[in-house]
Each structure stands twice: as structure tokens, then as C-alpha cells.
């Protein structure tokens, strides 16, 4: 079963990108509630939109865990994305043009074989 929220494995640039998307798409989402709430005090919202934000980052550190398995690199990599932007959104755009490596390799079998999206 595949699962979004587990680091281990490989995923294919288009799984990923269609995940990139989503999952930027709503922390940018987050910030301007974030900036809004602020601005008018609202502060339940300002906190849940905070909550959500960092999960959502999370969860795209996570598939950018995956797709440097992909290509065949470790995990640690992915503490440049934690750069502020524009750095990190380069590396998210690197990770989705860069092709993996065909086969199986030391993370996992190819994602390819079984591709969804």
C-alpha cells in the first residue's frame, strides 16, 4: 500500500510533482491565512492555519525524502529544501525535472513498474 506519509521507498517525478503541487498550492494557502488572521486577530485561526502550514511542509519534506531515493542520493539531502525560498523551491523543482534511476537500488524498487499517476 503507498503511503504519502512514510519516508522510505521511491516515488516517480510525476507522483511527485503532482503531490509538489497540491501540497504548495496549500501552505501558500496557509500563509495568507496566516498574514489575514493576523491582521484581524483572529487567533484560533491564525494557530490552526500554523498547525496546518508546518504539517504541510512536513509532508512535502517527506516526498522529497522519497524522490532522493529516487535518484539515488540518502535522506540528508533534503535539509537544503529547509533553506528559506527562492533556494528551496530550485531544489523541489530540481527534484521534479531530475531523472531516477532505472532499476531497482539500495532504497527500493523502481516506482515506475507501478506507477498510478
Excluded at 503511503?3 to 501558500?28: A, D, E, Q, W
Excluded at 504539517?55 to 522519497?66: E, F, G, N, P, T
Aim: glycine share 6%.
Amino acid at each position: 500500500m503507498y503511503s504519502i506519509f512514510k519516508p522510505t521507498g521511491r516515488i516517480t517525478r510525476r507522483m511527485y510533482l503532482v503531490l509538489f503541487i497540491i501540497f504548495y498550492f496549500i501552505n501558500l494557502l496557509c500563509l495568507l491565512l496566516i498574514w489575514d488572521s493576523f491582521q484581524s486577530e483572529s487567533w484560533p485561526i491564525f494557530y490552526g492555519a500554523g498547525v496546518v502550514l508546518i504539517a504541510s511542509i512536513c509532508v512535502l519534506l517527506i516526498q522529497a525524502i522519497k524522490r532522493l531515493h529516487d535518484i539515488g542520493l540518502n535522506w540528508k539531502y533534503a535539509l537544503y529544501l529547509l533553506i528559506p525560498p527562492p533556494i528551496n523551491f530550485i531544489g523541489f523543482i530540481w527534484l521534479a525535472v531530475k531523472k531516477g534511476q532505472d532499476g531497482t537500488n539500495e532504497y527500493g524498487l523502481d516506482p515506475r513498474i507501478n506507477d498510478i499517476v
